[in-house]
């Protein structure tokens, strides 16, 4: 489902300030599986995900989806095809601090012209299975560290993809969100989801559901 | 993508604009405000010189054709009756009347009154009518004195303080007696901006008010019924007469036209730079996009937004908020010129005496001057709020939000 073959990205190039990131980092990740990018800060583990997730393209090497060379796809189809298949849990999530939880929620399925309704219908079933309900009408930046992560995780299950990837996504959860957050990864599974996650939490990284960990350094896949 | 699905997604972009301009109360309003003060003051200018220049060639419609002066050491001097034959002896013109005019200044009031000398005995009942008040016309046909005389309203209003309300007397030092002359009527207001401190006088009187000797003049009206030969004959005029001017009514609208063009072009050139720094602001501040809207839009990109559709958003936003201002700008200022009669501007556009008309204009709203305004109001501001936005939408949208995040 996702393959990355001698992915290699230098921000700068050229540049006094030239960083290479990620060099040859060739990953492999069966469809329905969980995989882990594990390493520290600086490891390279964001810019692959950034790269699977079509954020930005590999200055060499490939990104395949569903076999698919996304990391050749013009910017039209792209968008498109970011729409078609994953959904991002950013890092600090990334949400709209003054828009509800429900309008938050609902900003994937703009651009593909879905009628309100079915915008709602969608919205409310996955408010109703992260327990968001209550907090429908919620500004974003009023909610708790917790309620956010859900709500982040709701917006990028939205559009009913294929692929799910999260950026450090307990880095701000104690260990009992940890938890809870582990138990949501295998109701999102079960949805034939493929997911791929970055961490260096041995928590997340050690977990029964993970089916393969990669592990990083030095913008390297070492194992 | 089907036809419902497209129209969705258009309705999605706008409801998505308006959201980010109430979500953005504080920036909109500041722009907002700043806007609707620029715009309303060029389209002030626009509308005072647009009525202006209106009424004043409207009014000019009933000068002469050609009115004629003497000219002696580069300056007007009065011209004596005898042209008066030969010029009416040219092919071509009708009538050529002799004209006496000038200004009385009054100081007690500080001010200039223009004198007009007129046969009020040719005026017929129905003129009184047209041109005089309600309450003052004919109402002193058979006044006292000897002399009569129909005032413009600022003047009457003048006259009424200083009690002479019925008869004014005219003075000057070096006479031996006053003039006496019966006021019999006052002109009514929609004249007001040519007749504010005018003095029609019977032509004797003014001849005695302006000291005219007996076979002079300040100038010869003439009229031609066939507009096509109006500036040949001045020219004959001119050439038989080189001491003369000539003055076409056609000169004396394109300078009504110039005067005030020129006045509202060294007022608009100023604001020009005003407008300039409201857009190098914008562009200033984070280059038209504030750190929180460059990492919405990576967001946006992020989550599957074509480039296209964050730049509709972003330009949405700005014609919403310019044309509203545009409208606003332009309803404020139609109130300022047309309601409160442009306090602090009307005397910089007429007169320069200190009896001024009380200055009630016609409304006269080019479409021209409301497509500049449009123009002026909402092209530049869409430009520099669409070229920050282009620039982070083309932008990956990990790095914008590695830079903004």
């Known amino acids: 489902m996702i393959k990355t073959i001698k992915a290699t990205k230098i921000y700068n190039q050229g540049r006094t300030n030239e960083v290479t990131a990620l060099f040859e980092a060739s990953v492999e990740v069966e469809k329905g599986c969980i995989a882990v990018l594990k390493g520290p800060s600086g490891s390279g583990k964001t810019t692959l995900l950034s790269l699977v997730g079509c954020q930005s393209k590999p200055n060499s090497g490939e990104i395949r989806i569903d076999g698919k060379r996304v990391s050749k796809l013009p910017d039209k189809f792209l968008n498109a095809f970011k729409r078609q298949y994953m959904g991002f849990v950013f890092q600090n999530y990334q949400l709209i601090p003054d828009l509800t939880v429900s309008d938050n929620i609902m900003l994937p399925l703009l651009p593909s012209g879905i009628v309100f309704k079915e915008r709602i219908r969608r919205a409310d079933e996955l408010m109703d299975q992260f327990d968001l309900t209550k907090r429908k009408k919620f500004k974003v930046k009023n909610l708790s560290g917790g309620e956010q992560q859900r709500t982040a995780i709701a917006r990028a299950l939205i559009n009913r993809g294929k692929i799910l990837l999260a950026d450090e996504p307990t880095a701000h959860l104690d260990s009992q969100l940890t938890d809870e957050f582990l138990k949501i990864v295998g109701r999102i599974k079960d949805m034939d989801y493929t997911i791929l996650m970055s961490s260096h939490d041995a928590k997340v990284c050690e977990n029964p559901l993970v089916d393969r960990v990669f592990e990083m350094k030095d913008g390297r896949i070492i194992q | ?405």
């Open chain 2, 1 to 405: 993508m089907n036809l419902r699905n497209r129209l969705e997604k258009q309705r999605n972009i706008l409801d998505f604009s308006l959201q980010n301009l109430i979500r953005r109360k504080g920036k909109s309003l500041f722009i907002l405000v700043i806007f609707v003060l620029l715009v309303s003051i060029i389209s002030s200018i626009l509308f005072l010189t647009g009525s202006l220049t209106r009424e004043m060639i409207k009014s000019s419609e009933q000068l002469p054709d050609i009115t004629i002066q003497k000219i002696k050491g580069g300056r007007q001097v009065n011209i004596e009756s005898v042209y008066l034959d030969q010029i009416e002896r040219i092919p071509g013109i009708e009538a050529a009347e002799p004209r006496a005019w000038g200004y009385f200044y009054l100081d007690s009031l500080n001010a200039n009154f223009t004198i007009f000398g007129f046969d009020l005995s040719l005026l017929e009942a129905e003129d009184y009518e047209t041109i005089l008040t309600e309450n003052t016309k004919q109402k002193n046909l058979t006044g006292k004195s000897q002399y009569k005389m129909a005032v413009g309203p600022v003047v009457y209003e003048q006259l009424k303080k200083s009690k002479m309300q019925e008869t004014y007397l005219f003075f000057n030092p070096d006479w031996e007696t006053s003039l006496p002359v019966d006021i019999i009527g006052v002109f009514k207001p929609e004249t007001e901006l040519q007749s504010a401190d005018l003095m029609l006088l019977q032509t004797d009187a003014a001849r005695k008010v302006l000291e005219l000797s007996d076979d002079e003049f300040t100038d010869i009206a003439v009229y031609i019924p066939n507009p096509e030969e109006v500036d040949n004959i001045a020219l004959k005029i001119r050439r038989a007469f080189p001491e003369l001017r000539t003055i076409t009514r056609s000169q004396i609208q394109s300078t009504y036209s110039s005067v005030f063009g020129w006045k509202s072009g060294l007022v608009l050139s100023g604001l020009l730079v005003v407008i300039l720094a409201f857009l190098v602001l914008i562009w200033d501040r984070s280059g038209g996009l504030s750190q929180e809207e460059k990492r919405e839009i990576g967001v946006l990109k992020a989550i599957g937004w074509d480039t296209e559709m964050v730049l509709a958003v972003k330009f949405l936003e700005s014609l919403i908020l310019s044309s509203i201002s545009a409208v606003l700008g332009i309803l404020v200022a139609y109130v300022y010129i047309y309601w409160l009669r442009a306090p602090g501007l009307r005397e910089v556009f007429i007169g320069w005496s200190t009896i001024y008309p009380s200055f009630k204009l016609v409304p006269y709203i080019d479409l021209k001057y409301l497509m500049l305004i449009v123009s002026i109001a909402i092209v530049p501001y869409s430009a520099v709020s669409i070229v920050p936005a282009w620039r982070a939408a083309i932008t990956d949208p990990d790095e914008i939000i590695r830079h903004n995040g």
